[in-house]
């Protein structure tokens, strides 16, 4: 067929815009917004061309690869699978399940292939699976499974009705928003503030987002907890709480108020770096507002203090009265109702940890930041193979760069992904699923965090090649190599007749078909995935309705205000707070995303990396002056476990005392199938982040805010010296 167009969604990122796919015979030829899309309207960021980049990618792998000495050759499905499946029985048989490890990346939630990555891990019976969660969204989760009873009650900001937003420690501008997805966030900022509202952006970096806004505090990176605290202090001792409704809603409202009866406007304020001032206006204005709203996401998530300042951006709008309002902090109703099942899913805290004791399981796995010694240190329980899936944890987490080298070590990895990356190029397989523009489906998570209830469907723009598989039949192929009983060829044949039944898409619509706009309630009205393929722009479902108390799984139906666990927490906090900074260190180092990259993977798509160099790391100009850095020279950056030389680029957006340098980047290493990144490849900020930093609570890595200094890079390249001013002899890799 030719010069047609499909409408289906970008899945690059949260927002899943909805885009319009023209294609000539096998080629896309355009993509552009689909103003018919019910939540994104027809917007889409430069990054949805890449939708079509990366399908007619030549460095993507269409077959599955297998490690011959330093490079990969094809290999077929069926020789790779048993071979695999050999190999991976013989080691579990002979090490036990732990054994084998598994790390699921970011990508696996934008396709509903998700679920037979869940499959995969449970047929493991491992405890040693990680998932990228634990460098983003594992503090938020953790702070709702306190307060909320379940971690998947996540309430996101009803941004298109509120009076007022607050933003903490996010860049929805450029991020489009996350757990509160919001394609067109640009607009949607500027509507708040032409029905009236206000918009104020709390970040120490003035954003694309703060630009939008009716003020921008430049907070110290870390310092939010102290600024909750005190806004909390003023919220409570001016009694400008709903107290109606908070005592409805939520437990622990007394508690709350001893526990911040001392957090003043001015003992906080050195510890936030905000003037006493404002904090007391920022607690006054929220009250005051008719509907308000704290927005915070991963600035804030990926610190010491992530859960402790979730958990408090979450109570300032209970007890204003915002949550589970319109215009303030809602939990969506999507078609697959998950939320409402939530509670019933076991959680744990805890109920293992790495072998060393240091990082403790939530909802079954460990913390990311474990995984490099589970597989290097000797012993019973060791991993000795890994299964990576849509991830690149290598340049995603902080590992002190001895990640690449583990990975190497193993007895077998296997990575199901479509590049040779910084990650899969030291796998024994590859194996690659067809593109995004191959695969036809409902995505089921993405809709519990939308800002308007919503069902989209994603059609097929091209037909998969034959003999290609999608990621599900990838996962459920090595499901049934590993469950495999003595009696091999059936069990095999067996399993293999049920999931090819089992497709995600009819497990989707089965959900869809039982949740809140299914058959059982709707009848003829119902949302089904026939009608959804009939309207190419999705189907509204509404506003986000009030949901509580019903949602709500604590015991006691109520919303706890004041864990007991956060409490001892935020007393460590407190006590830290007045201990000065790291000796010889004495800048703090945040990340920041750009429009065009995603994470680790658009780099090597030509459009995504025009223009300048973007890996640079942003510097006030005070700051710059003093060190003798001027704009374009290049920098070392040095943190107690790490350095990085990159290109300096002076800027009076970012607060004094902070520079921030993205993430994702560092595409030189030898070997990377990424031929077009392999010439923009910037560095590896994960190697200035020390693993063991990690969020309190919920042991999530903590990257954002990691004490640093500055020097100018020596012009001859080789090792960088420790500049004669500094204090020598910290540890330096
Ligand atoms: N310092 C610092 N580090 C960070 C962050 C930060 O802000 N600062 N942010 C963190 C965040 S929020 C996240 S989510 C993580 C992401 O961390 P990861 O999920 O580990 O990494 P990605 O860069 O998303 O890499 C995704 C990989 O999946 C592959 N892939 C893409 N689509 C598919 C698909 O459909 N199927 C399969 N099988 N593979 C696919 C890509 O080729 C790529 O290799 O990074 C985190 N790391
Ligand atoms: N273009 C683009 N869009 C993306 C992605 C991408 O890589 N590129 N990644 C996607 C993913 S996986 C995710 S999780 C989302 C993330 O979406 P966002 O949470 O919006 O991500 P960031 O843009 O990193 O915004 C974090 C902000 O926190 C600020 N910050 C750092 N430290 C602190 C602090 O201590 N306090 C405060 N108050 N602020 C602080 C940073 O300056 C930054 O502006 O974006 C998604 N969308
Ligand atoms: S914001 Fe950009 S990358 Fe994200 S879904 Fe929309 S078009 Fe795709
Ligand atoms: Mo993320």
Known sequence: MTGRTVARQCTLCEAHCGILVTVDHDRVTRIEGNPDDVLSKGYICPKATAMGGLHHDPDRLRTPVRRVGDTFE???????????????????????????????????????????????????????????????????????????????????????????????????????????????????????????????????????????????????????????????????????????????????????????????????APHAGVDADTLRRLARDHAAAPSAVVYARIGVCQQTTGTLTHWLVNTVNAVTGNLDRPGGQMFTTPPVDAARFGKYLPVGHGSWTDRSGTHKSFRGELPVAALTDEITTEGPGRIRAMITYAGNPVLSTPQRGRLADALRGLELFLAVDMYITETTRHADFILPPVSALEREELNLLFPIFSV?????????????????????????????????????????????????????????????????????????????????????GGIDLGPLRPRLPRLIGTRDRRVHLVPDDFRAALARVLAEADQPGTEGYDLQLIGRRHLRSNNSWLHNIPSMVKGRDRCTVLVHPHDAARRGLTEGARATVTSAVGTVTVPVEISTDIRPGVVAIPHGWGHDEPGVGWTVAAGHPGVNVNLLHDPARTDYLSGASAVNNTWVRLAPAPTDPGPAPVPADEPAGQPVS
């Open 74 to 268: 094809p290999v077929g499905w069926d020789e790779a699978f048993a071979e695999i499946g050999r190999r991976l029985r013989a080691l579990r048989a002979e090490h036990g399940p732990h054994a084998v490890g598994m790390y699921m990346g970011n990508p696996a939630a934008h396709s509903s292939s998700v679920l037979y990555g869940i499959l995969l891990r449970t047929a493991l019976r491992t405890r040693n699976f990680f998932t990228a969660s634990s460098i983003d969204q594992m503090p938020q989760e953790f702070a709702a499974w306190r307060m909320f009873g379940s971690n998947v009650l996540m309430p996101v900001a009803d941004i298109d009705r509120t009076h007022r937003l607050v933003v903490l420690g996010a860049n929805p501008a450029v991020s489009n928003g996350s757990i509160t997805t919001m394609p067109g966030a640009k607009q949607r900022i500027r509507d708040v503030r032409a029905r009236g509202g206000r918009v104020v952006v709390i970040d120490p970096r003035r954003t694309e987002t703060a630009r939008l806004a009716d003020e921008h505090i430049a907070v110290r990176p870390g310092g939010d907890v102290f600024l909750l605290l005190a806004v909390l202090h003023v919220l409570l001792t001016e009694n400008l709480c709903d107290t109606t409704a908070v005592r409805a809603q939520s437990a622990g409202f007394d508690d709350l108020a001893a526990l911040v009866a001392d957090t003043t406007p001015e003992a906080m």
């Open 452 to 536: 308007r209830n919503n069902a989209r469907f994603d059609a097929r723009v091209f037909e998969p090649p034959a003999g290609a598989l999608e990621d599900w039949q990838i996962l459920a192929r090595l499901v049934t190599e590993i469950t495999r009983l003595p009696a091999r060829r059936l069990t095999g044949r067996v399993l293999d007749a049920l999931f090819a039944q089992l497709t995600p898409l009819r497990l989707t619509a089965a959900a869809v078909a039982t949740g809140p706009y299914g058959l059982l309630r709707r009848g003829r009205h119902a949302v089904t995935i026939r009608r959804l393929r009939a309207t190419p």
